[in-house]
């Protein structure tokens, strides 16, 4: 079973359109992130989620939107896409050792990927 | 200065020898430090994972940090053809106050076992 699985792994469309890439982790984490992966394959954190807490890379657009129906799942809708939104998406995820709002020192596991999303417009 | 500064390569070395990857990086903040494997068309695949200075090894591999130097290592013996891949390095932060926390990846560094 794939622990960390992005759904469609190639996505190719038209400027302007919206569109969206799901995420599901079976990992049990409680945290979930979506990377950049551009052209050099440098890789570079869009968003992180984790319960219900939205950490925004404050260098990305706001047409993109990371949406968590719940904790296994979290999807990027992108509206009005550009040519350089060319890249590939990775989603990733962890669990977070946490007590209330503070991390416990040692606990942070470390993020596991899936297969990325291959973006390309058109 | 870039966060973390990582040699694209590419490296290609004949299989068997002891590969050496390297990445230093700026900011003394950066508390866990991982090493990644990818292969082509393929997500970054976990290799090492550390917290504190010192060495750590899994098999074949031995992951390094220096935090005073800020530098870390990763080491490959007997190198085979199937490890040719991007070796990414990558580290993060650990806040105290909430949030979760993305990594910071190195460039990555081609790698090419020659058989």
């Known amino acids: 079973d794939t622990a960390v699985s992005q759904t469609p792994k190639y996505l190719v469309t038209q400027m302007g359109n919206d569109k969206s890439i799901k995420c599901e982790q079976n990992?049990?984490?409680?945290?979930m992130y979506w990377y950049k992966q551009d052209s050099k394959k440098f890789l570079k954190i869009m968003f992180s989620?984790?319960?219900?807490?939205?950490?925004i890379n404050e260098t990305v657009p706001n047409r993109f939107s990371p949406k968590s129906p719940d904790k296994a799942h979290l999807n990027l809708h992108i509206n009005s896409l550009e040519l350089g939104d060319s890249a590939v998406y990775f989603c990733?995820?962890?669990?977070?050792?946490?007590?209330?709002?503070?991390?416990?020192?040692?606990?942070?596991?470390?993020?596991?990927f899936g297969d990325g999303t291959r973006l390309s417009i058109l | 200065q870039k966060e973390v500064e990582q040699d694209p390569g590419p490296l290609s070395v004949p299989e068997g020898a002891i590969v050496s990857l390297n990445c230093t990086y700026s900011?003394?903040?950066?508390?866990?430090f991982m090493w990644y494997r990818q292969y082509s068309r393929k997500g970054p695949e976990l290799l090492m994972y550390?917290?504190?200075?010192g060495n750590k090894e899994d098999g074949r591999f031995t992951a390094q940090v220096d935090k005073s130097s800020k530098y870390i290592s990763l080491f490959i013996r007997d190198s085979q053809p199937s490890d040719s891949a991007t070796y990414l390095c990558?580290?993060?932060?650990?806040?105290?106050?909430?949030?979760?926390?993305?990594?910071?990846f190195g460039k990555g560094t081609h790698l090419i076992i020659q058989p």
């Open positions: 990992l049990g984490h409680d945290t």
């Open positions: 989620y984790n319960n219900k807490e939205l950490i």
């Open positions: 990733a995820s962890s669990q977070e050792g946490r007590q209330g709002r503070h991390q416990i020192r040692n606990s942070n596991q470390p993020q596991h």
């Open positions: 550390t917290y504190s200075s």
């Open positions: 900011n003394s903040a950066f508390q866990y």
């Open positions: 990558a580290m993060s932060i650990m806040y105290s106050g909430g949030g979760a926390d993305g990594l910071t």
